[in-house]
C-alpha cells in the first residue's frame, strides 16, 4: 500500500510503500510519549525505506534520544526520529539495525488507514498513570517489547499486504 504523509505546516511531505499498513502497535516508551504522543503514546506502521520520497528534506531534523545501558550510563540511541523543525510534527523513526524499514508514526499519515482488528499495547511498564490505555478483549500488553515483528502479526492476523 502507498502511504502519503506530512507534518501539520506543509513544509514537509513524504511517500512509502508499506505491506504492514495497520496501526496497531501502540507505544507507552517515554520517548514515543514525549516526541509524538498526545495521547501519552504513539503508533507506529512498517514500510520500506527504499521506497521513501520525501519533499522538504531542509526542514526536517533528526533527534537522537540518549538511553541508559546496561550499567546506567548514558548511550546514545541508534534510533533517528525524523519531525518537521518548523512545526515539531513527528514524522518517522529509522533505526540502522534494520535499514530496510521505516516506521511512521500513524498521526503523520494522510492516506486512510485500515483499522486494526487488534492492537499491540508496549512498553506498558512506562505508561503513566494518567494514561489509559484504551483497549479491547483482543488486545495484547507488554511491560517491554513483545517477541512478535510487525510482519509476524500481519501474517498471523492474514491481514492483506
Known amino acids: 500500500m502507498k502511504l502519503e504523509g506530512s507534518c501539520h505546516c506543509g513544509k514537509v511531505s513524504f511517500t512509502l510503500e ?3 499498513p495497520y496501526p496497531f502497535n501502540v507505544c507507552y516508551c517515554s520517548i514515543c510519549r514525549k516526541t509524538a504522543g498526545g495521547g501519552g503514546y504513539a503508533i507506529n506502521l512498517g514500510g520500506v525505506a527504499n521506497s521513501l520520497s520525501v519533499s522538504g528534506e531542509a526542514d526536517i531534523s533528526v533527534y537522537r534520544a540518549t538511553l541508559d545501558d546496561s550499567d546506567g550510563n548514558p548511550e546514545l540511541s541508534p534510533c533517528e526520529r525524523r519531525f518537521c523543525s518548523a512545526c515539531g510534527s513527528a514524522l518517522w523513526v529509522w533505526d540502522p539495525r534494520w535499514p530496510e524499514l521505516i516506521h511512521p508514526f500513524a498521526s503523520a499519515i494522510d492516506t486512510p488507514l485500515p483499522r486494526a482488528p487488534e492492537r499491540t499495547h508496549l512498553m506498558q511498564a512506562y505508561k503513566p498513570a494518567w494514561v489509559d490505555a484504551k483497549r479491547t478483549e483482543s488486545d495484547q500488553d507488554f ?7 510487525i510482519a509476524d502479526w500481519h501474517q498471523r492476523l492474514k491481514l492483506p499486504d
Open 18 to 20: 508499506s505491506a504492514h
Open 143 to 149: 511491560d517491554e517489547y513483545p517477541q512478535e515483528s
